[in-house]
């Protein structure tokens, strides 16, 4: 029976998951529970993104028991990225988030950025106590600044892995990156079409089981990707600007 009292109409929950055989069945029930209390309708759209281990099998088992969990399955490891933009793509209702499968962080917070998304087209939170090793927090730190001179674009956590939609977004913004610049193209693109952008503080937890599979040769691939998305940014403003002139004359 639907909670009439609860705060969110509908919400579609994206949650890409690579080798997460650990800790998918406490962060899908984290889930599923936090998504009871606040939505009168929602789904999670769980994209497995080639994994080799388990994941599949504990994947099919979850959702059998809970039909309103969808499975989609990448053949191969075709990327984070990829993976968020095939999760983003199925979803059916009309506000859409995405956060990672590693349950770390806390969902009932969506009952903070959802009035947000009344004023804005994107709410995207930051965290202000992060639970990650310091290698981890430096990288990021450093990626986040890189970016920031890169593209542009000014914000407090980069590849904060909490992240609330209109649908109408995706109407606004085509996100090419397959890997893990996506959450930097995701601020680049809406900023450069003049969508709106609210920031909020969450909690983050260490990671509750299982381990990262983020490996250190994907900074180096996500500093590479950087320098051709700006590239590529850059060509179409200016193409832009030359279509304008012509237009003008």
């Known amino acids: 029976m639907k909670n009439e009292s609860c705060s969110i109409p509908e919400l579609s929950v994206v949650l890409p998951a690579f080798n997460e055989e650990a800790v998918l069945p406490y962060s899908l029930a984290m889930a599923v529970s936090a998504l009871e209390g606040l939505c009168r309708s929602w789904e999670i759209v769980v994209v497995d993104d080639g ?4 994941t599949p099998r504990v994947l099919a088992e979850l959702a059998q028991n809970e039909p309103r969990i969808r499975v989609l399955t990448q053949k191969g490891n075709q990327g984070y990225g990829a993976a968020l933009v095939r999760g983003f793509q199925s979803c059916r209702y009309n506000a859409i988030f995405y956060t990672d499968a590693d349950a770390q962080f806390d969902l009932a917070e969506l009952a903070l950025a959802y009035p947000l998304l009344a004023e804005a087209d994107l709410v995207t939170g930051w965290r202000c106590n992060r639970q990650d090793p310091w290698p981890r927090k430096l990288a990021s ?21 909490f992240k609330l939609f209109r649908r109408s977004f995706f109407e606004r913004v085509h996100l090419t990156s397959r890997r893990f610049l996506i959450d930097a193209e995701i601020y680049a693109r809406s900023q450069r079409a003049g969508l709106r952008l609210r920031q909020l503080p969450v909690t983050h937890f260490p990671r509750a089981a299982g381990r990262s599979t983020v490996r250190p040769t994907a900074v180096w691939r996500a500093v590479c990707d950087l320098c051709g ?21």
Do not use: H, K, P, Y
Request: charged share 25%; aromatic share 2%.
């Open 51 to 54: 994994s080799i281990d388990g």
């Open 141 to 161: 730190a450093g990626f986040n600044l890189l970016q920031g001179l890169m593209l542009g674009v000014q914000v407090r956590d980069v590849d904060c892995a």
């Open 229 to 249: 998305l700006a590239v590529a940014l850059r060509r179409q403003e200016q193409e832009a600007r030359g279509a304008e002139l012509t237009c003008e004359s």
